[in-house]
């Protein structure tokens, strides 16, 4: 039995996972005489390389596997794979500092929080453009009450009643689950919190390998024209190396 949970879902992230587990175990460290019992859980989403072995090798709690390659799924798959009752979600590309992991199990432990996320940084220099968008993220996240999937927190009866991640979708699923917990919180008198500091690093390997077009196209279609967040294919950029071939 476990008290909270951290779930990492992964798709052929052999080169990022062992580094990305390490923080977190080093973030969970001294935290059970505050928190309870933590567990580490990662979801092998239908990887082609060591993934799975990588996880073990590097002490996850528990692997999971989610045949569908779809992040939402992953995710989902997480949160029914433990008991927990504050569920902490973060991308296999993303460090969490204790400090960090602190503020949220706090937040959710003090009975006037639903759910959250946190600011967000780059481990490496970026492409204007994208510096820009995370800048302009983290800014709409905290006024508006958003949290980017890298690190996303929720009381399980808020993510239970917020309908989970949507498997209907192939992106943006993590502000859709924003607004439906927001919209349970608010009558409730509970609130969706934005971390600021300290912030998670999650990697700008991206910015090396999409253009500046990539990138408003993607957020256009989460933002503007959210029904083709339904199509894998006009999604792609989540899902793939430069190197692979969009499905």
């Known amino acids: 039995m ?25 973030a969970m460290a001294g935290l059970g005489d505050e928190f309870g019992t933590g567990e580490l859980i990662v979801v092998n989403n239908n990887s082609t390389d060591r993934t799975a072995a990588v996880a073990e090798e590097s002490g996850a ?8 390659n779809q992040i939402a799924r992953a995710r989902n798959a997480g949160s029914e794979n433990t008991t927990a009752e504050r ?22 432990a003090s ?3 639903a759910a959250g996320g946190a600011r967000i940084v780059m481990d490496q220099a970026v492409s204007p453009m994208v ?34 991640f949507d498997e209907a979708v192939y992106a ?29 690093v999650t990697s700008g390997r991206k910015s090396d390998w999409f253009s500046t077009g990539d990138f408003v196209g993607q957020l256009a279609i989460i933002f503007l024209i959210p029904w083709a967040t339904r199509s894998r294919r006009l999604c792609a950029m989540w899902y793939r190396r430069p190197a692979e071939t969009p499905e």
């Open 2 to 26: 476990s008290d909270y949970a951290i779930i990492i879902p992964a798709y052929n992230e052999e080169a990022f996972l062992a580094t990305t587990i390490a923080a977190a175990r080093g």
């Open 61 to 68: 709690d528990r692997v999971v596997f989610e045949p569908h």
């Open 172 to 200: 943006g699923e993590e502000v859709w689950l924003a607004r439906r917990i927001k919209a349970w919180a608010k009558p409730r008198g509970l609130r969706f919190i934005v971390i600021a500091d300290p912030p998670v």
């Open 87 to 108: 569920l902490v979600f973060i991308d296999a590309d993303t460090l969490v500092e204790s400090g960090t992991l602190r503020e949220a199990l706090t937040q959710l």
């Open 111 to 113: 009975g006037e929080v």
């Open 131 to 164: 510096d820009w968008l995370v800048r302009t993220w983290n800014l709409v996240a905290a006024g508006l009450g958003y949290a980017a999937g890298s690190f996303f927190f929720a009381r399980r009866d808020a993510f239970e009643a917020g309908g989970r």
